[in-house]
């Protein structure tokens, strides 16, 4: 392996849900950098069960935990992962997760991101009364419960939810509990979305973590900074049946942090004409 301008280094990471385990050996393997847990309240940047909303975009919040982690220890370097649930940006009828990997480096000025957009994930909720047993069976099983957690809220009024859940009798007293609480009866019960709690999206995490050490490994063509890789897209792959720009990406665009360094990479040699506005209007 190529020297690492990270070996040696110890950062912080800004996370209270043991993602450490999924981006600690693979950072250490591909560029000999260390981790050094942060002693901070991520929370505060937000949260998956809504009692504290985000402010801004997943990418942008990555960012600011990794300087959160980096204030709390007093390190030049830091590293945070912030996660995204929804539909997926190419295929909106799929549920995804985006999980975001973003390592600051203020010796150098470095700010690198890198993500990855996964369909495997048990992002989902039920809402239920409490009666449909099987029904609750059934989100259970697909949500992957017991091996990863869930949580249960009122479906109505400001009861904070219960998380973590991972065995059958307590998911079922908490939507008991829930149902009472909530004015309308019913309780929502969901997948916990903490990393430390759901294995699958730790998986998506560490996948994150790899791109990030690839891109860390590859230094700029121009001025051999660290970090070159993509950092956006031109849309215009000509239609295969009659040549006419479509919205489909057409070249990748790759990049520097540090400086004005780009080059441009084919994506395709040609769109479905499905995406064409001539041929499919």
Request: glycine share 10%; proline share 8%.
């Amino acid at each position: 392996m190529e020297a690492s301008p990270f070996r040696g280094v110890v950062a912080s990471l800004a996370t209270m849900h043991g993602k450490q385990w999924a981006l600690r050996p693979l950072l250490r393997r591909r560029l000999g950098l260390s981790l050094r847990l942060a002693d901070v309240d991520t929370d505060v940047l937000g949260t998956f069960t809504g009692e504290v909303r985000r402010a801004g975009s997943a990418r942008e919040t990555v960012v600011r935990k990794a300087r959160l982690g980096m204030a709390a220890t007093g390190s030049p370097v830091g590293l945070a992962s912030e996660g995204a649930f929804g539909p997926h940006p190419v295929a909106p009828w799929t549920a995804a997760d985006v999980e975001y990997v973003a390592l600051l480096d203020d010796r150098t000025g470095l700010t690198v991101v890198e993500h990855v957009v996964s369909v495997e994930t048990n992002h989902g909720h039920v809402v239920t009364d409490g009666r449909d047993l099987a029904a609750v069976l059934a989100f259970l099983r697909g949500v992957g419960f017991p091996h990863h957690a869930v949580v249960v809220r009122p479906a109505a009024g400001t009861a904070q939810p219960v998380k973590g859940i991972g065995r059958l009798t307590d998911v079922l007293a908490a939507v008991r509990r829930a149902c009472a609480e909530s004015a309308d009866g019913a309780a929502v019960l969901c997948a916990d979305l903490r990393a430390h709690v759901n294995p699958t999206r730790m998986r998506v995490i560490a996948a994150a973590g790899e791109r990030l050490a690839r891109r860390l490994a590859t230094p700029c063509p121009a001025c051999a900074a660290p970090g070159f890789g993509p950092v956006g897209a031109e849309p215009g792959l000509p239609c295969r049946d009659c040549g006419t720009p479509t919205p489909r990406d057409a070249l990748l665009i790759f990049g520097c942090d540090r400086c004005p360094y780009r080059s441009r990479r084919p994506l395709a040699d040609a769109a479905d004409p499905g995406s064409c506005p001539v041929c499919n209007p």
